[in-house]
């Protein structure tokens, strides 16, 4: 299990830094005014191009956005049972030691997104309602990303029946690819907007999973 941990958490800051060097790099690379308004735009050449392949699609975007309350309500899911264990055993230091880490890892991915929506990098193709929002890296699909393998994870470590869990699997690997390809091809961000996302959700699940796996081993 430690092993384990130290290589998952390894791989989490290769991510985080990656993601890090993305973000640099987005405000280096071919910055062109190319977004409303006037707004400068990294990897513009290459992020319009995408965009005017794939165009605007509101439907998608509407139900994407709506569909965006799954992983909060995965968020809710576990807290609940965390604060069911805290009733019956009467002391946070009796939760289930994954739950409380899982409330840490939720805690931060939220964090996040509220970090970017407060500190734009980027500003979305298109205006929303006619103003100007944030848009890197994509909130929706940091929020997906970074909340549904949880699910997966969880139940995977405390069901017991397979068919269960591979019902689980499924509908949260198919879940998530289509919230990603969505947001990708409904045209409400640009392309570095969603590999911003991918990454930073990647190294964030990484370093919560890598956690699990030395706790466990201390615990032990």
């Not at 956005?65 to 604060?83: K, S, T």
């Not at 890296?137 to 405390?158: F, H």
Request: glycine share 8%.
């Amino acid at each position: 299990m430690k092993k384990r941990g130290k290589k998952l958490l390894l791989l989490g800051v290769v991510w985080e830094a990656i993601f890090a060097v993305w973000t640099v790099l987005i405000q280096m690379v071919d910055v062109q005014p190319a977004g409303q308004k006037g707004t400068d735009i990294g990897f513009a050449t290459f992020n319009v191009w995408f965009h005017k392949l794939t165009g605007v699609h509101m439907g998608i975007y509407t139900i994407t956005d709506w569909l965006g309350l799954v992983p909060l309500f995965v968020c809710v899911f576990f807290a609940g049972i965390g604060f069911v264990q805290l009733i019956k055993r009467r002391s946070l230091f009796q939760v289930d030691y994954d739950i409380i880490l899982l409330g840490v890892y939720y805690a931060v991915v939220i964090l996040g997104y509220i970090i970017f929506e407060m500190i734009p990098i980027n500003y979305r193709p298109i205006l929303i309602e006619g103003r100007l929002e944030a848009s890197y890296p994509s909130s929706t699909t940091l929020l997906v990303l970074g909340v549904m393998p949880t699910l997966m994870e969880q139940m995977n470590r405390r069901l017991r029946n397979s068919m269960v869990k591979r019902t689980i699997n499924i509908f949260t690997i198919a879940f998530s690819v289509y919230m990603v390809v969505g947001r990708l091809v409904c045209g409400v961000h640009w392309f570095t907007d969603i590999v911003g996302a991918v990454l930073l959700s990647g190294g964030l699940f990484c370093t919560y999973k890598a956690a699990v796996f030395l706790c466990y081993k201390k615990k032990n």
